[in-house]
């Protein structure tokens, strides 16, 4: 996992892993902590590289979820495509999250929810 | 125009559809109400609608807009909509406005009705579950692979990359069909035989070119919250539907005493979806029989 430097009260790109599953799904989640946590205003998940989502790595992105909500941060998912994007419309979370086609509209929608 | 001129009658017809017979005219000053009724409508529930215009006389722009909103908003929600009986002058507005390739237009009340009878959002009986039966015949092992090893979690991806890629390519979809496997494999390591390296999984397997099956029994206790689970699935997707999303953050992971962090709580939400030709466990609960098939 990636991401863009952090600059506060900006939004962030974090880039997902190629795989997000059962192995390496605890320490994402506390890569992903550590930015929800910072001064970052809000959060875009790039899953251009995913590939590879299982209920582990769907765990990681609700907590995730529940959290930025908590915090009134807002976030949006981009470039979800394959097995990923039928899990998570399997587990109609695609009516929970936001998801956006791209990063580029990803980070339109950002700019226009945090006002810059 | 007047807009006092508008009124409608709304019926209940067959397979639940909710027939709007509108008449007279819609025009600015009319058109929201008739968009509150319908919106009412369908938070009420109902998902079939037809609305019969034979005897609209005239329509606006802002009657265009009504049809417009009516079809967006049903679409977005999975909400079966047409709309019949247009006079020529309407027809013709639609046309001008390149509306009549993207509208649903019957041309007969009837035909509208034929059009959104069995469309449209699932009832609450179609709602997917997992069933209890150890006597199904997915539980059917003749002619299946069959593995039984002590299966640790390590090992987990690895051996459902090697049973995924048995199945025709056409039957992997990308990754899911081994993230499906991978799923029920983990339940019954982690869940059924609580990592224990002594205890096995006997694992059955087969494919053709459009049918998946895959039997998974652990040592375990079994999984004794079927029906538990059950309830909770049926209210999330009831949730879903009726795009209660605010609740449906509430349904998201189906936690026992014995989940831990690292465990996603939604597995068999997607399994249940994937595997369509049925999720069955065992009565003990410690064996699960699921199967796919694939129209393609």
Redesign the interface.
Known sequence: MSEAPISSGQYIVVKLPREL???N??NV?KKIMTVIESSVAAVIFDCSAL??????????L?YA??KL?QKRKPFCFSELK??PA??IK????N??FPIEDSLEEAETYMRRKIGI | MSGNRLSYVTKYVESGITLIEVAGEIDLNNSGKLRNHFTELRRAGSFRFVFDFRKTEYIDSSGIGLLVFIYMSSRQRNIRISFSGFSPTIRRLVRLTRLDSILPVSDSVEEAVAAVKNGGRPSADHIRKIIVDGASHLFDASGLERITLHLR??Q??RLSMLIAHKAPPELR????L??QI??LL?NAVKHGNRCDPQKSVKIAYGFTSNEARLIVEDEGEGFKKIDEWNDFYRT??LL?HQ?E?ER??DY??FRTERSD???????L??AV??WNEGVVFNEKGNAVAVKRITDH
């Open positions: 599953d059962l192995y799904a605890e989640k590939i590879y989502l299982d209920s582990s790595g769907l765990g990681v609700v979820h529940t909500l394959g097995a039928q899990v399997m587990t109609c979370l009516g929970v | 979690l390590p987990v991806r979809n990308g990754m899911l081994e993230q991978s799923e983990k999330k997707m879903h795009q999303y449906l953050i998201l992971s962090e690292t465990d996603g709580g939604n597995a939400f997607a979806e994937y």
